[in-house]
């Protein structure tokens, strides 16, 4: 079975920096990109970043290009999002996501709060 | 930019009825890159439909779904009150884009 695990959220104040972890388990994790995507409270959903399979290639949407990193350690089946420069209007749910284009599996989701 | 539009807002149905859900993309999707997935209360977003009419696994029957270019359909048969929650379209095509979502209430 394919578990993905989000952790590494919580309160941040306006600035500051806080940095995801996703861990993947039940599949080839480098065979895959994986994808970020976030929900606003009582919001839609936002894609947020997507990664290659071996990492060579990252995108963002301009709302975090700059702002925000994703990286992946494929030794430890582990995705990460950096987010530098947080900003109120990031505060979401994060969640990660197997696929870099539709998304077959998705974690629980990690709450990231930015407030001061 | 491809914006999805989604509708109705809302739909508040019964068990056993069908619903019909409807997504707009403001330009093309190509190559069937749109998704359907289903959010309960409290859940995760699960992905039901891919390449606009491939059931996901484990997804029954009752999901299917079609359209072309712009416009695209979701349909539920024979409602069961597990099916409530917000529907989500989603494409593909031109970078990763969101529609707005439908809740669906089967009571």
Redesign the interface.
């Given at each position: 079975d394919v578990y993905l695990l989000e952790s590494g959220g919580g309160l941040v104040r306006p600035g500051g920096s806080l940095r995801l972890s996703c861990a993947a388990s039940g599949f080839s994790f480098s065979t895959y990109a994986m994808?970020w995507?976030r929900q606003a409270p009582g919001k839609?959903?936002?894609?947020v970043s997507?990664i290659s399979g071996s990492g060579d290639r990252a995108?963002y949407?301009d709302s975090v290009k700059g702002r925000f990193t994703i990286s992946r350690d494929n030794s430890k089946n582990t995705v990460y999002l950096e987010m530098y420069s947080l900003r109120a209007e990031d505060t979401a749910v994060y969640?990660c996501a197997k696929g870099g284009?539709?998304?077959?599996?998705?974690?629980?989701?990690s709450l990231v709060s930015v407030s001061s | 930019e491809i914006v999805l539009t989604q509708s109705p807002g809302t739909l508040s149905l019964s068990p056993g009825e069908r619903a019909t859900l409807s997504c707009w993309a403001s330009q093309t999707v190509t190559r069937s890159?749109l998704?359907w997935?289903q959010q309960r209360p409290g859940?995760?977003?699960?992905?039901i439909i891919?390449?606009v009419s491939n059931r996901?696994?484990g997804i029954p029957d009752r999901f299917s779904a079609s359209g072309s270019g712009t416009d695209f359909t979701l349909s539920i048969s024979r409602l069961e009150p597990e099916d409530s929650a917000v529907y989500?379209c989603?494409q593909?095509s031109s970078?990763?884009?969101?529609?707005?979502?439908t809740k669906v209430d089967v009571k």
């Open positions: 994808t995507v839609g959903l936002e894609w997507v995108y949407p969640y284009s539709y998304y077959d599996y998705w974690g629980p989701g | 890159q998704a997935y859940q995760a977003p699960r992905l891919h390449g996901a696994t989500f989603h593909y970078s990763f884009t969101f529609g707005p979502g």
